[in-house]
């Protein structure tokens, strides 16, 4: 295991004159149900702000009106619902949804329906593009995790430790005694990539390498900061080539973007959102000041 501390910002790549939204990746994020409406906005707008040149919403068919309202820039796309719930009988139209794209993010506020491991494997199963599983995409994925071995798909998921210890089997105080071990073993053992998240977040790849990011503060404590860094995620691996430094790079700018937050708002009252709109600030922002452990 090659591990080291993020203590810089990569080289972010530049935008050619002659360029078009084509040319910085089509991302399509399948989110939200009923109730967790807020998880879907946030990965949106998010993405949007790390740089994707074109971002749809796939969702519930009950939140159209939600998305549409809040999400000016991003487009719509509904899909059957049950329940408030994202339904299998959407897994063709879903297929036909992420054909064309270059990354899809699934899982933010999506729910816990037994609809949705059904529809994650046949992405698992029929999709090769850049993927990134987070939040109830994770417990969807603790049902199908034999898949990873078998999508043509480049796999990166984002679990904090208690969704790393369903993933493992392992408790949640010895991955946090060793977060950098257990990402490189899991990313190793299933050739994927993995954002895992605690107080410090490690970055791993399946040969092994490791990044650990030190940005951020306990403001970011709260429900929805998982969902802000999925969408840079999202947005990043259209933007790198290597999954890697998306991930890396994706902790240390919303890692930068909450210290920013807190010196604005203090960290009792800062919020995920607050973190969104100071994305762009976070990419040219240094990042040594921001680093506070080695």
Partial sequence: MQTKYITEHLPFPKRSSDSNKGDYGRVGIIAGCRGMAGAGEMCT???????????????????????????TEAMVRPLQDRDGHISAASAGGIMEFIKDKDCVLFGPGIGRSSDIAQILSGILTDYSGKLVIDADGLFALSKVKHLLGETQATVLITPHVGEMSRLTGIGIQQIKSRLAGTASEFASEHGIWVLLKDHVSAAAAPDGSVRLNTAGNPGMARGGSGDVLAGVCAGFMCRF??????????????????????????????????????????????????????
Avoid: N, Q, W
């Avoid at 707008?45 to 999400?71: F, H, N, P, Q, W």
């Avoid at 890396?248 to 973190?275: N, R, Y």
């Fill in 45 to 71: 707008k998010a993405c949007l702000r790390s740089g994707a040149g074109l971002v749809t919403i796939a969702c519930a068919d009950c939140l159209v009106e939600v998305y549409e309202t809040k999400l």
């Fill in 241 to 294: 080539s290597d999954p890697l430094d998306a991930a890396s790079e994706a902790a240390l700018v919303c890692g930068i973007a909450g210290d920013l937050a807190a010196e604005i708002f203090g960290m009792e009252s800062m919020l995920p959102t607050d973190a969104i709109s100071l994305i762009g600030a976070a990419i040219s922002e240094p990042a040594a000041s921001h680093i506070r452990h080695k």
